[in-house]
């Protein structure tokens, strides 16, 4: 299993609607989760991060976190063209004496006007 | 604030050169890191520092990748020799602490000819 498994995608959604991306993780030890918004040609932007089980909100952003089950998604409402980028999830695991991020692949959205 | 500047954003060189790509990482942040992105295989850490001190370079591909932090404020990566399969986009990024969010450069899009 990998470290960090997202669907590649592309995921197309049309505008207004509900974009929901998902991750799993396979350390249980993991303790914070992340997700950077890379566009073609950037470099990768923090958007949303979440430590505890359940959801965080922040704006149209919700970040759903389930240690149990090891997975992590991020829902982007009111999906506007502008959010068409690839999401990267972040998860922590030791490299050397500390905890580092290990990013996945990256879904990759389209949101279609 | 500044963010993490890196230099250059492009360069081009032929096959056997030196590269150096160098990093200035963000004010008080304690970490840093040097990753490689291609569309084959993602976004790869190849080395990272606490302090100064590198930590892990596990992910560094072969000993013809260097990578020093001579101070707080300025890290390099080296290519000698370069080769064609080195051809990729080069983020440094920075954090505060372990654990906490990493924050990227803009990158420098490398091309081996």
């Known amino acids: 299993q990998k470290e960090v498994e997202q669907n590649s995608g592309p995921l197309s959604v049309p505008e207004g609607a509900i974009a929901s991306l998902n991750c799993t993780y396979s350390?249980?030890?993991?303790?914070?989760f992340f997700w950077y918004r890379q566009y073609s040609g950037k470099s990768p932007e923090l958007i949303m991060f979440?430590?505890?089980?359940g959801d965080k909100e922040d704006g149209r952003f919700t970040a759903q976190l389930n240690k149990a089950s090891q997975y992590v998604s991020l829902l982007i409402r009111d999906s506007q063209p502008s959010d068409s980028a690839t999401y990267l999830c972040?998860?922590?695991?030791?490299?050397?004496?500390?905890?580092?991020?290990?990013f996945g692949s990256g879904t990759q959205l389209t949101v279609l006007p | 604030d500044a963010g993490v500047i890196q230099s250059p954003r492009h360069e081009v060189t032929e096959m056997g050169q030196e590269v150096t790509l160098r990093c200035k990482p963000i004010?008080?942040?304690?970490?840093l890191f040097w990753y490689r992105q291609t569309m084959m295989r993602g976004l790869e850490l190849l080395i990272y520092?606490?302090?100064?001190?590198?930590?892990?370079d596990s992910g560094m591909p072969e000993d013809r990748f260097s990578a020093k932090m001579p101070n707080a404020s300025f890290s390099t990566l080296k290519i000698q020799p370069s080769e064609p399969r080195d051809s990729a986009v080069y983020f440094c990024?920075?954090?505060?602490?372990?654990?906490?969010?990493?924050?990227f450069g803009d990158g420098t899009r490398l091309s081996i000819l």
């Open positions: 350390d249980r030890g993991s303790q914070s």
């Open positions: 520092f606490n302090n100064n001190v590198p930590i892990d």
């Open positions: 990024a920075s954090s505060l602490s372990e654990n906490q969010p990493q924050h």
């Open positions: 004010s008080g942040h304690d970490y």
């Open positions: 972040a998860v922590p695991r030791f490299s050397g004496s500390a905890r580092q991020l290990t």
């Open positions: 979440i430590y505890s089980n």
